[in-house]
């Protein structure tokens, strides 16, 4: 919509009577008007707004008394460009559509109601052009089975185009953001001898008679063993805290704790 002198969107209805024809047609067709309208806006007056670009050939049979199947529409390109695009479409024409308007909109942002679609029409390329429509179609089919890319074969490089650039790594920028860091082997993923069972059960009450209270980590560093292997033995002897002051660390069992201080009383 344009904007009038007292600020008010203005819309131009004067055409909103107007019959006009939806159509709907294939993207060859449309480029085929787009280049024969700019051919004869450069040959013609370009005082012309509207250069033909086709025309509709209404074919009537008045003895049939069917209206649907009396009248027929052909539509024939007026530009004769080279190739296979067929020049002559069959209109097929449907009147039961959804009620819709065309609107148009120039370059200072004026805005028109140009008409109300009466028709809607469905291109389909004429019988007698099936030919053509054919070869058409063999040609699209052939350039979409081309392959656009090639392998080629280097002879006498001796590997030099795969090596890696300075500054390159697995083919990405060293400096890019992408670029994964190797990682530093924690200390828990180091490989870890088990001990005898016996023998690591008197280390850890030698360890909780030092603290009460241990976290997981703080005794694999301890007792240098394997994380699982000792998981196991401190499910037997102690307890888990999982909430309270003591939260996420391990504590003896009540019975291990006294004998504990049993063997300390008698030592």
């Keep these: 919509m344009s904007v009038g002198d007292d600020g008010r969107h203005v819309l131009d209805t004067g055409k909103a009577d107007r019959s006009v024809w939806l159509m709907k047609c294939p993207t060859l067709v449309a480029r085929s ?74 370059n200072p942002g004026k805005c028109a109601l140009e ?37 080629q074969i280097i002879d006498k490089d001796h590997g030099v185009l795969m090596r890696p650039m300075p500054g390159m790594v697995g083919l990405v920028p060293s400096g890019s953001k992408d670029k994964k860091r190797v990682a530093p082997v924690k200390g828990s993923e180091v490989k870890r001898t088990r001990r005898d069972r016996r023998e690591l059960e008197n280390i850890i009450f030698k360890l909780f008679e030092r603290q009460p209270n241990w976290a997981l980590k703080q005794l694999v560093l301890e007792t240098d063993q394997p994380e699982q292997f000792l998981k196991e033995i401190l499910n037997d002897l102690c307890v888990y805290n999982k909430r309270g002051p003591n939260q996420g660390t391990h504590e003896l069992k009540p019975e291990y704790k006294k004998s504990a201080e049993d063997e300390m009383q008698q030592t």
């Design 33 to 106: 008007w787009q280049s024969s309208a700019a051919h004869s806006l450069t040959l013609s007056d370009p005082n012309i707004p509207n250069p033909v670009v086709a025309k509709v050939v209404l074919s009537l049979d008045p003895l049939n008394s069917d209206e649907s199947n009396s009248i027929k529409f052909k539509m024939e390109l007026a530009q004769k460009d080279g190739g296979n695009t067929p020049k002559s479409y069959s209109l097929n024409m449907f009147k039961d559509i959804v009620p819709m308007c065309v609107f148009s909109e120039t």
């Design 115 to 151: 008409g109300k679609v009466e028709n809607k029409f469905d291109m389909e390329p004429h019988s007698e052009n099936f030919g053509e429509y054919g070869k058409l179609c063999r040609e699209r089919t052939s350039k979409a089975m081309i392959k656009t890319r090639q392998i």
